[in-house]
């Protein structure tokens, strides 16, 4: 049996004006057009009333195309790019809360830390929180070699936020 | 005093909206009153610059604001009140989000304070329309009203044009606005620049005459951008400097003179098969301003020309090029400059150069399709003892001026409208090509004769469309609008019937508008009686030799006028493509599946076809 290949994903960032309900709008155009979102980040950018989403989706090339067509017709969105791994800054952070039931356990995941270089955030007789920084791959990895060593009891990551290497940027004119 | 006359006054929320309708000519208002929005109606009662219509359902407000746009090429303005006063507005946004019509909408919605606290008559209308939309805006302060106003229309009507939505609480319809200037000079969208027009276009144009020029079979396909882009000139010259056939999808009746020799009609499942011939044989088709939806292109993988054809597409929507079919050479710019420039180009060229490299039998095969272009003139009854549809159409076309105007509902009736009425003019056939909205014909035909009331409008629907909106004949009475209603009744609905005569094994389901009861066959209404409940006069036809004459009297008559034909039960619109089939297929007149090739000769390809390719003519289905 050969393995399903793995769905192509895409990263779009966005420069869009901060009114209530652009979320809905700009998340709505995907599900309009039946596209899988995997990622969403918004927040304020550099320039006051505008924020900065970055997003990923499930697709291709076509798909990418449509989608960046799409959301240069919204009224709110004044910059739409997309971001490669080759000329962009990509982060996420996830905080992973592993349940610790020993000394072992809690020995195993700080050796894990140190080779991840992880802050751990939180500590308890019970319980170490971690916060893990890195690109999407790095904080899978991480997570499923924690599994192996101790129980996660809770994961919550931010998505992909992504910028321009050097001097390219999306800001407005 | 003196100093009272120096005030500049006030002005509250609905003398903002006021102003700006009346200062940028938008004064005929398609609308429905209800609590939300009395202060509006309140603001503008008894002003006589201002032309409000009462319709008698939101929905139909909206459809005759697009009956109005299409016909005038203006925006169109329609109101209603929140909760479900808005959102009996969606279907009418709609159907003019797909058929890209200049609509401002705006409804009242609860004061600002109780927004979110599920309010009597309260609905999250900015949710509700963002699907439907191109644009839509809460107003949340009486000072961003005037600019939220101007910014609408500036949206509504310019780029891809597209209905614009306002939610507008009451509150702020009766706030007094502080600011010195309500209603802002100038706007500034820094998100929305349509680009109607670049220099990289110009050079895409080159490229793309040159393609059309070395294509041996090249087909021009004018889409509704044509129209909104009022290019039609710009086509027809086009289509005489290059000499080249010209196809439209329903969309676009009307851009080009169904009498010019290059005119080969509609495309699509019920076009004309000459139409979808020439795009099923074509080398190279230069679409203009078209969305390549699956009613017109059929199997992607086999459009066009067989899926060998190259495409150039011109749309001033980007998102368009390339969505549904593979793009050779994409031109993203507004029709009319675009067909301007390509002129230009062409004329610029020198002697030889602008001949085109096609060959004689392309010619020979148009002019031969432009033979006996008329409609069938069907004289008897059919089997079922009915009028036949084209029958209709036939003494229509005889009674119709070119400047008239054609509305239709959506269904059987529309698509014999759309395959044998002739067009001339621009504008002049209004239908609901994307949505297919039953119910649109009818109040789109009273918004038509509002934007043009000199021209005669002709409504066609069918039995069950009309009953959609058939409460419209009150708003015709009331306000005295004249439109001749021809109602094709044959007790089905019929478009769907046939597809289940074709496709479904002839299981009727749901489609029978006729019953029996007591053995005996009924059917309801009497349409000639519905309109004299609403004081309009009528005639029931039966015999297809009284139709010409029914027809005069509806022409002559001074108000709103009812024909309903008893129209031949099983009558099918035939040919057609199948769904989802190839364009070189069809169901023929009989309901047999055929290939195109039964009915045309394909057409030689290489030099050495042509050289031996002799012209034979095959029993051309039109």
């Not at chain 1, 995997?38 to 195309?65: H, L, P």
């Not at chain 2, 053995?519 to 297809?544: H, I, S």
């Amino acid at each position: 049996m050969a393995k399903a290949e793995k769905t192509p994903e895409f990263l779009v960032a966005l420069l869009v004006e901060d009114h209530p309900g652009v979320t809905m709008k700009i998340a709505g155009m995907f599900a309009r057009r039946g596209i899988n979102l995997t990622s969403f980040t918004g927040a304020s950018s550099e320039k006051k009333g505008f924020s900065r989403i970055i997003m990923k989706a499930e697709g291709d090339s076509k798909v990418f195309e449509q989608i960046y067509k799409q959301m240069n017709k919204l009224i709110e969105v004044v910059k739409v790019k997309t971001l490669l791994p080759d000329n962009a800054i990509m982060r996420e952070l996830a905080l992973v809360k592993v349940d610790i039931k020993d000394a072992a356990d809690r020995q195993a995941v700080i050796s894990l830390n140190d080779i991840f270089r992880n802050r751990v955030t939180n500590i308890t007789p019970k319980t170490m929180t971690i916060e893990v920084v890195g690109s999407t791959g790095k904080i899978d990895s991480f997570v499923s070699l924690v599994t192996e060593q101790v129980n996660i009891r809770e994961l919550a990551r931010t998505g992909t936020i992504a910028l321009y290497r050097g001097e390219d940027s999306i800001f407005m004119d | 005093m003196k100093d009272q006359k120096k005030k500049k006054p006030i002005l509250t929320g609905t003398a903002i909206i006021k102003k700006v309708l009346k200062e940028s000519g938008n004064t005929t208002l398609f609308g429905y009153p209800g609590g939300a929005i009395m202060p509006f109606f309140d603001e503008i009662f008894g002003d006589n610059k201002i032309k409000q219509i009462l319709m008698r359902h939101e929905q139909s407000a909206g459809h005759a604001a697009e009956g109005y746009a299409t016909a005038s090429g203006k925006l169109g303005v329609c109101m209603t009140t929140s909760g479900p006063g808005a959102t009996n507005l969606i279907t009418a946004l709609a159907n003019a989000f797909y058929d890209s019509a200049p609509i401002l909408a705006f409804s009242g919605q609860v004061n600002t304070s109780l927004i979110g606290n599920d309010a009597f008559q309260e609905a999250d209308l900015i949710g509700a329309t963002m699907a439907v939309t191109k644009h839509n805006y809460l107003v949340k302060d009486v000072r961003d009203l005037g600019r939220v106003f101007k910014e609408a229309m500036h949206i509504a009507s310019t780029g891809r044009p597209g209905p614009v939505f306002i939610d507008l609480p009451k509150d702020i319809q009766l706030a007094e606005c502080s600011l010195k200037e309500p209603i802002p000079e100038k706007i500034n969208l820094v998100g929305y620049n349509p680009n109607v027009y670049s220099k990289a276009a110009s050079r895409q144009i080159s490229h793309a005459l040159k393609m059309v020029m070395n294509a041996r079979y090249p087909v021009i396909l004018a889409g509704g951008g044509v129209s909104i882009s009022n290019a039609y000139q710009q086509l027809t010259e086009l289509a005489n400097l290059l000499k080249i056939p010209v196809v439209n999808t329903i969309k676009a009746k009307g851009v080009i003179d169904d009498y010019h020799p290059y005119a080969l009609g509609a495309i699509g499942m019920h076009g004309r098969q000459r139409s979808n011939f020439a795009v099923s044989e074509a080398d190279v088709l230069l679409a203009i301003g078209c969305r390549f939806s699956d009613r017109i292109t059929g199997d992607l993988d086999k459009y066009p020309g067989q899926g060998n054809a190259k495409v150039i597409h011109i749309d001033v929507d980007a998102a368009e090029i390339g969505k549904n079919v593979p793009v050779d050479l994409p031109i993203v710019a507004d029709a009319k400059l675009a067909l301007t420039e390509m002129n230009r180009q062409i004329r610029a060229l020198k002697g030889k150069k602008k001949e085109l490299k096609t060959n004689s039998w392309w010619y020979r095969w148009i002019k031969e399709m432009k033979e006996n272009d008329g409609i069938p003139n069907m004289v008897e009854k059919g089997p079922e003892g009915g009028i036949y549809p084209e029958k209709v159409m036939y003494e229509l076309d005889r009674i119709m001026n070119p400047r008239d105007i054609i509305v239709t509902e959506v269904g059987q009736h529309q698509m014999y409208a759309a395959h044998y009425l002739k067009f001339r003019h621009p504008r002049t056939f209004i239908t609901s090509g994307g949505l297919g909205t039953m119910g649109f014909g009818f109040p789109a035909a009273i918004g038509a004769k509002v934007a043009k009331p000199r021209s005669e409008v002709w409504l066609i629907a069918g039995d069950g469309s009309i009953q959609m909106n058939s409460h419209e004949m009150a708003t015709v009475k009331q306000h005295d609008i004249k439109v001749n209603m021809i109602i094709l009744n044959n007790g089905y609905l019929g478009m769907v019937r046939q597809w289940q005569e074709l496709f479904h094994e002839k299981r009727y389901a749901g489609t029978d508008l006729g019953f029996v009861r007591n053995g005996k066959q009924e059917y309801w209404p009497d349409f000639v009686k519905l309109g004299e409940a609403y004081g309009l006069k009528g005639r029931k036809v039966t015999d297809p030799r009284k139709l010409g004459k029914a027809l005069q009297e509806s022409k002559a008559s001074k108000e709103t006028f009812i024909i309903e034909v008893a129209t031949e039960k099983g009558s099918n619109v035939l040919p057609m493509l199948p769904p989802g089939g190839a364009l070189n297929t069809l169901y023929n007149r009989e309901g047999e599946k055929k290939s195109i090739y039964d009915y045309y000769r394909r057409l030689p390809r290489t030099d050495s076809e042509l050289k031996e390719f002799k012209f034979v003519r095959v029993n051309p289905i039109k």
